[in-house]
């Protein structure tokens, strides 16, 4: 890419020329929405099913999209052209707008959408390769009845606090639990256990986001007959599984071999976990929106 280009409010503009208001309620107080998005072999991957919880999560914060579907589709196609993405992540955001100092959001008459094209690299080959060591938080998940883990808000310094507590440890991620002490999700990815074949994730109700990664893979499983069992964990399920793997747009299907200073297996990434990252790289490969040659606006 040459120069990076970004999408503001209808405008394609230089990355230094893109800007907004410092009045924005995005910036003052998190109120907004987005998805991240990648992008593989120049088609746009499980666009349909990112856009679907973008518009749920703006709809459930009573957040006005000022794009059709449609219209923030041939955009975000538009903004990959542009930058010539190839295999890269999109990050789309729909703020509440420019107000003023109030909380109120009829003090925003017009809502900000920013698509931001680039390149991503969450963790290392080698990370993949001899798979991760994890910590279990002491920030928990928030409570689902404040705000639903359904929301892909803006509001994330829960998570980034847990990011915090295990690179404070020298760990890669951190597990995140509820208040009822049940396995959540990662700081910024969801969790599968598998303990003798059988492959359990937490529901969505115990404070874990609907991943689209996450359902990719429990599709995936199902695929080879594997079925995935939606139910609660506790850390103990973490210390005694036979193998561990996270999903999430940025870090894909990734293993862990380490949670709490407990092996886990043998150490190694587990038969299964690198299957199942292989089938979800050639599934990448062979699906997706493509990004058009010739300019869609």
């Not at 914060?61 to 052209?81: G, Q």
Request: one cysteine or more; a negative charge; charged letters at 25%.
């Amino acid at each position: 890419m040459d120069k990076q280009i970004i999408y503001v409010d209808g405008e394609y503009l230089p990355r230094e020329d893109a800007k907004i208001s410092v009045f924005d309620h995005g910036l003052l107080y998190g109120d907004g929405v987005f998805e991240g998005i990648r992008v593989y072999n120049n088609k746009v991957f499980l666009f349909g099913d990112h856009l679907d919880r973008l518009y749920d999560s703006a709809k459930a914060i009573m957040l006005n999209v000022p794009l059709s579907k449609d219209e923030m589709k041939t955009m975000v196609l538009e903004c990959c052209r542009r930058n010539q993405i190839k295999n890269g992540y999109v990050r789309l955001v729909v703020t509440r707008g420019a107000g003023d100092l109030g909380l109120g959001p009829e003090r925003c008459p017009r809502q900000t959408v920013i698509c931001i094209a680039a390149n991503i690299a969450l963790y290392p080959e080698e990370c993949y390769r001899d798979g991760l060591k994890i910590l279990t938080s002491p920030t928990q998940q928030m409570n689902s009845a404040a705000l639903s883990p359904a929301i892909k808000s803006l509001n994330y310094l829960n998570n980034i606090m847990a990011k915090v507590d295990g690179q404070l440890h020298g760990m890669q991620e951190a597990v995140m639990l509820n208040a009822e002490g049940y396995v959540a999700e990662c700081s910024g990815d969801n969790i599968f256990t598998i303990k003798k074949g059988r492959i359990t994730t937490p529901p969505i109700a115990a404070g874990a986001l609907d991943g689209i990664t996450r359902g990719c893979a429990i599709k995936l499983c199902e695929h080879i007959g594997t079925p995935v069992r939606e139910a609660n964990l506790q850390r103990y399920d973490l210390w005694v599984a036979d193998e561990i793997f996270l999903t999430g747009t940025g870090a894909e299907i990734i293993p862990v071999v380490e949670v709490d200073k407990r092996m886990v297996g043998d150490g190694k990434p587990g038969p299964f976990t690198r299957d199942l990252i292989s089938r979800f790289r050639d599934l990448t490969q062979q699906s997706g929106t493509p990004i058009p040659k010739e300019p869609l606006v």
